[in-house]
């Protein structure tokens, strides 16, 4: 108490959450064909783009608020 709301002090006792992997494949085949969308991508445009989007081989990152690069190729 009495410290500013954005201290966190350290961090004791947290533990690992377990994911059931059955469970998340479950999910992702629901919501992938409740949305009419493939279970995975396999497109190399669309993977490529998702690329951009993600940041993957930008040699340095963008500062807060930059535009995003374009996704033309």
């Known amino acids: 108490m009495g410290r500013s709301a954005g201290y966190l002090g350290s961090v004791v ?6 994911v ?18 493939p279970e995975k991508v396999t497109d190399p445009v669309v993977l490529r783009e998702i690329g951009v989007l993600l940041g993957v081989g930008a040699q340095v990152p963008r500062a807060h608020g930059a535009s995003a690069p374009s996704t033309r190729a």
């Not at 006792?13 to 377990?18: E, Q, T």
């Not at 998340?24 to 009419?36: K, L």
């Open 13 to 18: 006792g947290v533990s690992a959450m377990v």
């Open 20 to 37: 059931d992997q059955a469970r998340v494949a479950a999910w992702v085949r629901r919501t992938t064909e409740a949305q009419d969308l």
